[in-house]
Every structure is written in C-alpha cells, then in structure tokens.
C-alpha cells in the first residue's frame, strides 16, 4: 500500500508554489511512482473543505460534498510508492478532523508535512491575507491581538492555529507517531528559489529533477497603501455584499488583479515596540518544535524572525494616491471593454502614442503599456 503525505500548510509558506510544481508533474511524478491525485488545480481544496464542512461567509457550495472520499479513494487505490495530498486549510483543523483525516487511510503510513516560515514575515503577509477575505481590522491592532494573554478572539485563535507550529505538531502526533511528522523549513529569500521544493522531495523520496521547479518570480503581495485602501473598501462595503460576489470582485478581480498589478513600494513589518515579544514568541516555538521529535529539514535558524523596512501605516494621502491609481485603471478597463465594444481601446493605444501615458501614475502606466502589447 501507498504511503499517505498530508501536506498541511502552514498558509503563506509557499503552499501555492508547491501545489502547482506537483500539480504540473503529475504525469512524471506518476510514473515515478508518486500520486498527486485529483483532475484539476482546485481538488485538493474542495476536498479539504468538505472534510472540514468549512463554509465561507456563510456560503458552502453544496457541489463539494463527497470531494473527500472521492480523493481518499484514488488515494488508497494507488498501486505506486507514496501519495501527496496538499492544502494549507489542514493545518488547522480541530481534533476530530484530524482523527478523520488520519483514519481514512487506515491501514496505511500516513506522514505529516508542515512548511514553517519565520514569524517576522508571516505576521504581516497572514494580515495581508486577512483583509483580502472581508477583514477590517487595521495591522497595529492585528499585531497587538497577536499578543494578547490568554489568547482570545477570532484574529489570534485563528493565526496561532495556523502558525503556532509546537501546538499544531502535538494535535497531528496524538494521531500518528512523532516520526512522521516532518517539520519542513522554508529558506530565507536570498536562498536558491528551488530550496523548498527540494526539501520536500528529499522528505517524500522524490527525485527533485523530476520536476521543472523554477517558477518566474511574480508579485502576489499588495503594497502597505495598497493592503490599507482595501481595508478601507472592506468597512465601507459592510455586509452588503454576499461572500460569493466578495470572493470573486473584491478579492479575486480588485485585489488580486488590479491592486497587485498597480501596488509597489514597502510592505507592512511589525513595529518596534512588538519586536522583542514576536522574537521570543519565535525562540519558544523554535525549542519547542527541536525537543518535541518530530523530523526536522531544513536548518531551524530559517526561522528567526525577519523585518521589513516599513513600520508606520500609510497616510491619508498616500492611501487617496493608491485609490486613485486603481480607480484610473478601472476606469481605464471599463473603457477598453465598453467603448468600442471590443476587448481593446483605441483610447489606450492613442494615450500612449500622444504622451498621455507619462502623465498617469506609474502603476497605471505600466497596465496601460501591458494593455496596449496584449
């Protein structure tokens, strides 16, 4: 029988990254010996849910029921060496989805793969993440519910469930031996970008040359102007939007597209006077997870907190300069789609052959040039 690799997560340690390297190898993982099962991008995702009757907004698409058994069964139907199942929404499932995850490949050897990233990176980018699904609350106050002692409300239960790796080894090994649960560092950004593909496969016994890891560097982060705007959007929208409509406009097409392709320029970093709490929060985890057991790749001195440069959140004025600069392009896009009728705008091509271009601001001029090359 296969062995079973669960890879948990943690979000925003590279999970995407991962799933879409095994995702696009699957053919040569297969013949390798290795399933990544499931027929599109999103299986994986769909059946972590249904396992968890996770809703979103008060939403549960009723098409996701049975997606578990379904990937449970190609699964443990596997005449190969091993099987990876991938979603970063396992890390924090209760007890007893744990117990039913684990017990539905009874029989078999199931491990454990959790990725960790350093706290000093994944406070702001999990905030980032926060407010890109409905959240309103601004990054000071984040932090300082972070904190709090005993921990209490949705923004710190649901982070240090998630991230609080110690905590997360010790629900997953009441069901499996310490062994198998294998704590998987993600390298520093100056690292070799295929370093956390190749800690995974060394951990699955992948050959890393299977697979073309390298993927082209993109952008998926929203500047601090960028991030706040939203939040500001997300206060004044309220509940008037069911989380559907959210999903797919807010987050997925004004977030996710416009907002990221306009925002540069610093990301938010935690603040001063919380930095010697979050490095102790760090070291404690970090001693933790070396005297726990667990099978640790990679080098634990990944995990030391890193800061960025920027610390204070925008001004006003900088949070109307990243407004405008999205509702240009909006603006910008209604045009090239309505206008003439067409997917593209004899107004764009004419702005930038008259100079306009030069006037607009800067992430602006780079949609409108990427635009007119499409």
Not at 275 to 291: G, Y
């Amino acid at each position: 029988m296969p062995r079973i690799y669960l890879h948990i997560g943690a979000p925003k340690t590279g999970t995407t990254y991962l799933q879409s390297v095994l995702f696009d190898h699957r053919g040569r993982l297969a013949d390798a010996g290795v399933l990544y099962p499931g027929r599109y991008p999103e299986a994986h995702f769909e059946a972590v849910v249904d396992l968890r009757g996770m809703s979103f907004g008060g939403h549960r698409d009723e098409n996701w029921q049975g997606r578990w058994l379904r990937l449970v069964d190609e699964a443990v139907e596997w005449d190969g060496d091993s099987v990876v199942i991938s979603h970063e929404l396992l890390c924090g499932a209760p007890d007893e989805t744990i117990a039913e995850a684990v017990e539905s490949f009874a029989g078999h050897e199931v491990h454990v793969l959790y990725t960790a990233r350093d706290l000093g990176r994944q406070v702001p980018a999990m905030w980032q993440e926060y407010v890109k699904n409905h959240a309103t609350v601004p990054f000071d106050r984040y932090v300082r519910r972070l904190a709090r002692e005993p921990r209490r409300g949705r923004v710190a239960n649901t982070f240090w469930r998630q991230q609080h790796a110690a905590e997360i080894a010790d629900r997953w090994c009441a069901y499996l031996p310490r062994e198998r649960f294998h704590f998987v560092t993600v390298p520093p950004p100056e690292a070799p970008p295929t370093l956390l593909w190749e800690r995974i496969a060394a951990t699955v016994d992948i050959d890393p040359e299977l697979a073309d890891a390298e993927r082209p560097t993109t952008n998926t982060s929203l500047g601090f102007p960028q991030t706040e705007l939203l939040r500001r959007v997300n206060r004044a929208l309220g509940d008037q939007m069911p989380w559907p409509a959210y999903e797919t406009t807010v987050k997925g097409w004004f977030a996710e597209e416009f907002l990221i392709g306009l925002g540069s320029g610093a990301r938010p970093t935690v603040p001063e006077s919380m930095r010697d709490w979050l490095l102790s929060e760090a070291k404690r985890i970090v001693t933790a997870i070396a005297e726990s057991g667990v099978d640790i790749v990679g080098d634990l001195n990944d995990l030391r907190p890193s800061f960025g440069s920027r610390e204070k959140a925008p001004t006003d004025p900088e949070v109307l300069d990243a407004a405008a600069d999205a509702l240009a392009a909006l603006l910008t896009e209604r045009a090239g789609r309505h206008w003439t009728g067409r997917g593209g705008s004899p107004m764009v091509a004419r702005a930038r052959r008259s100079g306009m271009v030069r006037a607009l601001p800067r992430g602006v001029q780079e949609w409108l040039k990427r635009r007119v090359n499409d």
